[in-house]
C-alpha cells in the first residue's frame, strides 16, 4: 500500500527549479519510497549497499557516469566526498532535476552540502505520515490516544506491524546504532537513561543542569547528546519567542519527539489505553499536535518557525507560528470540552503584541468559530491551519 506524501508536489516543483534536491529525514520515515514512487523514470542507486557503496568511494566519476543524469542516490551521507563530483557533474551538463539525494544525518549531511553543494541544492525535510496524509488514505482514529500509540512509521501502515515491536526494533537498531555511531558511545546506558528521561520532561521548559544530574553526566555531554539527537531528526528543539520582551521571557527551548510512537514507547505505554491514564497525558497530546505543525511546513517546503511563549509569571501560548511578520497562537488541551478559561493564555499574549492575525485552540472536541478571530479546532484539522 502506497500513502501518497504531501511533500510530493513540493518535491515536483523544486526538481524544475535547482540540478539537485536533497530529502532529509529521520530513518523509515519514507524517503526512498517517496523517491521511488514520485520519480519511476529516474536512476537508482543505494549508498547502503556495500558494492554500490564501494564503487561509489573508489570511482566517483564512473559511478556517476554509469547512473545516467537522472538519478536518486540513497542514504548519500555513507559518501558526503560524492557531493563534490555532483557539484562538478552539474555544472557540466547544466538544466534542473538531475539528481535527488537522501540522507538520515542532517548534521554531518549539511555540513557537506554546504561546501560542495550551496546554490545548487533545495532541501526537503520529511517526517513519518501526517493525520492528514493518513485520512487522504482512509486511515482514521477515532482517539488521540490510538495516533499516539500507533504512531506515524510508514511500514507500521504498509505492513500491519505492530506498533510496540516496531518501535522496539526501531529503538534498538537505528537510535542506538547511529547515534552510538554518532558520538562513540562505549557505555549506551548513560545516554539510553537520558532518552527516557528526556521523555519524561516532554514538551516541559528543559533544564540541562537538572537533567545532567539525573542522568549522572555533565550538562555540556547532555548538551551534545540531544544536539545528535535533535541532528538525526529524533527530537525537535522548540524555541521561545521573544520580541523586545525584555527579562519577562522564558529562554531555554521545549523538546519533542518527532514520532509521538517513539515517545509512548520509551515511557512504557504498551497499549493505547494506558495514555488517558497517564501523569504525562498532556505533554503526549501535545507532542503530537506540535509534531502535525511542524510537518505542515516541512511538507510546504518552508522553514518551520515555530516558536512556544512563556513569561516568568507562567502566561503561555504552547505555539506561536511565524508567517512573514504576522503570528498565528495554538494553544493545545487533551480536553474534549470547551471553556472559555482556556482560552487566558492566548488573550493574553495578544494583549502583549499586535502581530497575531488568528489564535486557535487545538483540541479533542467539535470545531468552535470565537469572536477576535480565535477558532477551536479538532487536532486532526492541524496541518490546515498552518
Same mark, same amino acid.
Given at each position: 500500500?502506497?500513502?501518497?506524501?504531501?511533500?510530493?508536489?513540493?518535491?515536483?516543483?523544486?526538481?524544475?527549479?535547482?540540478?539537485?534536491?536533497?530529502?532529509?529525514?529521520?530513518?523509515?520515515?519514507?524517503?526512498?519510497?517517496?523517491?521511488?514512487?514520485?520519480?519511476?523514470?529516474?536512476?537508482?542507486?543505494?549508498?547502503?549497499?556495500?558494492?554500490?557503496?564501494?564503487?561509489?568511494?573508489?570511482?566517483?566519476?564512473?559511478?556517476?557516469?554509469?547512473?545516467?543524469?537522472?538519478?536518486?542516490?540513497?542514504?548519500?551521507?555513507?559518501?558526503?566526498?560524492?557531493?563534490?563530483?555532483?557539484?562538478?557533474?552539474?555544472?557540466?551538463?547544466?538544466?534542473?532535476?538531475?539528481?535527488?539525494?537522501?540522507?538520515?544525518?542532517?548534521?554531518?549531511?549539511?555540513?557537506?552540502?554546504?561546501?560542495?553543494?550551496?546554490?545548487?541544492?533545495?532541501?526537503?525535510?520529511?517526517?513519518?505520515?501526517?493525520?492528514?496524509?493518513?485520512?487522504?488514505?482512509?486511515?482514521?482514529?477515532?482517539?488521540?490516544?490510538?495516533?499516539?500509540?500507533?504512531?506515524?512509521?510508514?511500514?507500521?501502515?504498509?505492513?500491519?506491524?505492530?506498533?510496540?515491536?516496531?518501535?522496539?526494533?526501531?529503538?534498538?537498531?537505528?537510535?542506538?546504532?547511529?547515534?552510538?555511531?554518532?558520538?562513540?558511545?562505549?557505555?549506551?546506558?548513560?545516554?539510553?537513561?537520558?532518552?527516557?528521561?528526556?521523555?519524561?520532561?516532554?514538551?516541559?521548559?528543559?533544564?540541562?543542569?537538572?537533567?545532567? =544530574?539525573? $542522568?549522572? /553526566?555533565? &550538562?555540556?555531554?547532555? @548538551?551534545?547528546?540531544?544536539? *545528535?539527537?535533535?541532528? #538525526?531528526?529524533?527530537? %525537535?528543539?522548540?524555541?521561545?519567542?521573544?520580541?523586545?520582551?525584555?527579562?519577562?521571557?522564558?529562554?531555554?527551548?521545549?523538546?519533542?519527539?518527532?514520532?509521538?510512537?517513539?515517545?509512548?514507547?520509551?515511557?512504557?505505554?504498551?497499549?493505547?489505553?494506558?495514555?488517558?491514564?497517564?501523569?504525562?497525558?498532556?505533554?503526549?497530546?501535545?507532542?503530537?499536535?506540535?509534531?502535525?505543525?511542524?510537518?505542515?511546513?516541512?511538507?510546504?517546503?518552508?522553514?518551520?518557525?515555530?516558536?512556544?511563549?512563556?513569561?516568568?509569571?507562567? =502566561?503561555? $501560548?504552547? /505555539?506561536? &507560528?511565524?508567517?512573514? @511578520?504576522?503570528?498565528?497562537? *495554538?494553544?493545545?488541551? #487533551?480536553?474534549?470540552? %470547551?471553556?472559555?478559561?482556556?482560552?487566558?493564555?492566548?488573550?493574553?499574549?495578544?494583549?502583549?503584541?499586535?502581530?497575531?492575525?488568528?489564535?486557535?485552540?487545538?483540541?479533542?472536541?467539535?470545531?468552535?468559530?470565537?469572536?477576535?478571530?480565535?477558532?477551536?479546532?479538532?487536532?486532526?484539522?492541524?496541518?490546515?491551519?498552518?
Amino acid at each position: 500500500m502506497f500513502i501518497r506524501r504531501a511533500i510530493g508536489a513540493e518535491l515536483q516543483q523544486l526538481l524544475k527549479e535547482y540540478p539537485v534536491v536533497t530529502i532529509l529525514g529521520p530513518r523509515q520515515a519514507g524517503k526512498t519510497t517517496l523517491a521511488k514512487e514520485s520519480l519511476k523514470e529516474y536512476n537508482y542507486a543505494n549508498l547502503e549497499d556495500p558494492e554500490t557503496r564501494e564503487i561509489a568511494q573508489e570511482d566517483p566519476k564512473a559511478f556517476l557516469a554509469r547512473h545516467g543524469d537522472r538519478v536518486v542516490v540513497d542514504e548519500v551521507q555513507r559518501v558526503p566526498e560524492l557531493l563534490s563530483h555532483i557539484q562538478v557533474r552539474v555544472d557540466e551538463v547544466k538544466g534542473n532535476g538531475q539528481y535527488v539525494l537522501t540522507g538520515s544525518h542532517q548534521l554531518s549531511l549539511r555540513e557537506a552540502i554546504s561546501q560542495s553543494l550551496a546554490g545548487r541544492t533545495a532541501i526537503l525535510n520529511l517526517l513519518p505520515f501526517s493525520i492528514s496524509e493518513l485520512k487522504a488514505t482512509d486511515i482514521q482514529f477515532d482517539r488521540f490516544e490510538d495516533y499516539c500509540f500507533t504512531g506515524f512509521l510508514p511500514r507500521i501502515y504498509e505492513e500491519s506491524q505492530r506498533p510496540t515491536t516496531a518501535y522496539s526494533n526501531y529503538y534498538q537498531t537505528y537510535i542506538e546504532r547511529d547515534v552510538r555511531q554518532l558520538i562513540q558511545l562505549k557505555d549506551a546506558s548513560l545516554f539510553e537513561k537520558m532518552i527516557k528521561l528526556l521523555a519524561g520532561r516532554v514538551g516541559q521548559v528543559l533544564d540541562y543542569s537538572s537533567l545532567a =544530574n539525573d $542522568v549522572g /553526566v555533565d &550538562a555540556k555531554t547532555v @548538551r551534545h547528546w540531544i544536539s *545528535i539527537l535533535e541532528a #538525526s531528526f529524533i527530537v %525537535f528543539k522548540l524555541s521561545p519567542y521573544f520580541e523586545n520582551f525584555g527579562k519577562r521571557v522564558i529562554k531555554s527551548p521545549k523538546y519533542y519527539f518527532t514520532d509521538v510512537g517513539l515517545l509512548c514507547f520509551l515511557l512504557g505505554i504498551r497499549e493505547s489505553d494506558q495514555i488517558s491514564r497517564d501523569p504525562l497525558v498532556g505533554q503526549i497530546f501535545e507532542n503530537l499536535v506540535v509534531i502535525e505543525c511542524l510537518k505542515s511546513r516541512y511538507n510546504k517546503g518552508t522553514l518551520p518557525d515555530l516558536y512556544f511563549f512563556r513569561d516568568n509569571k507562567g =502566561n503561555e $501560548v504552547d /505555539v506561536v &507560528a511565524q508567517s512573514g @511578520r504576522s503570528l498565528k497562537a *495554538i494553544e493545545i488541551k #487533551s480536553a474534549s470540552t %470547551f471553556a472559555m478559561n482556556q482560552l487566558r493564555g492566548i488573550r493574553r499574549f495578544n494583549s502583549i503584541t499586535d502581530k497575531v492575525e488568528s489564535s486557535y485552540l487545538i483540541y479533542t472536541g467539535e470545531a468552535h468559530s470565537l469572536s477576535g478571530n480565535i477558532s477551536a479546532v479538532h487536532f486532526t484539522s492541524v496541518e490546515s491551519l498552518l
